[in-house]
């Protein structure tokens, strides 16, 4: 069987959940060819059924569930890890939808968040995630939704939190923040979707048993390269529920999908939301 197209970011949580898999060191996992791209990139290729293995935003997954399932191993999602809202000067999070905010990426959970915290926000300024902090600091726009390792070191930029969206998400549901998942296209089928699955649980569990093993290549691929930001990146996105979302984590991400449903932000679906158990 030929290589099944695997994409996903070169943030420390995906590279450190990936790597062996990637690498081949997993006995019995399907061989895949990896592509890193930044998320809003990842779910547009997603949305062109160009990967047969991705991760997505839940924003996104909400426009692709004809095409594609999400595998139950692999996900972020938890407590204390949401998409900041930070700017330059004090703003009020009730002022935010009259500000010029950039935005890491149309189909974005932080747009999601930000649009559900807010339906009167307005047009958002998109750029990839890397420059917005930059961009905030250059006056190219009032303020910024931050994800990834942004979350850790805005101070550096001088830059202020206004607002952070998990908090928000948490105070108003009470479940964790469902922020990207794994996704496969449903036409591989029940028992390869199964495999990939397995594999990619294996896959974190194997990171987690020889951290060692994998730092090489999140280094490689990280933007932030001080060790200690990369390990707190880990610590906070790879927890229980990347090896598998549990009850808890379902809710949440059913939660979430049917409130950008009702608000009108994402489609409705009938079909199951996983294919393989």
Known sequence: MSALSLGFSPCPNDTFAFAALVRGLIPGAPTFAERLEDIETLNHLAMNEKLDVAKVSFHALAHLRNTYCLLHAGGALGRGCGPLVVAREEVEPADLHARKI??????????????????????????????????????????????HE???????????????????????????????????????????????????????EYARAYPERVMDYVAAHAQELDPQVMQAHIDLYVNEHTLDYGPSGEVAIADLLARAAWAGVAPQSELPLFATA
């Open 102 to 147: 950039a935005a890491p990426g149309k189909l974005t959970t932080a747009v999601l968040l930000l649009r559900l915290f807010d339906p009167r926000m307005g047009e958002l300024v998109l750029m990839p995630f890397h420059r917005i902090m930059d961009a905030i600091r250059a006056g190219e726009v009032d303020a910024g939704l931050i994800i």
């Open 150 to 204: 942004s979350r850790f070191t805005y101070p550096h930029y001088g830059l202020k939190q206004v607002m952070d969206l998990g908090h928000w998400w948490e105070e108003e549901t009470g479940h964790p923040i469902p922020l990207g998942g794994i996704v496969a296209r449903r036409a591989l089928g029940a028992e390869l979707i199964g495999a990939v699955n397995r594999g990619l649980r294996a896959s974190v």
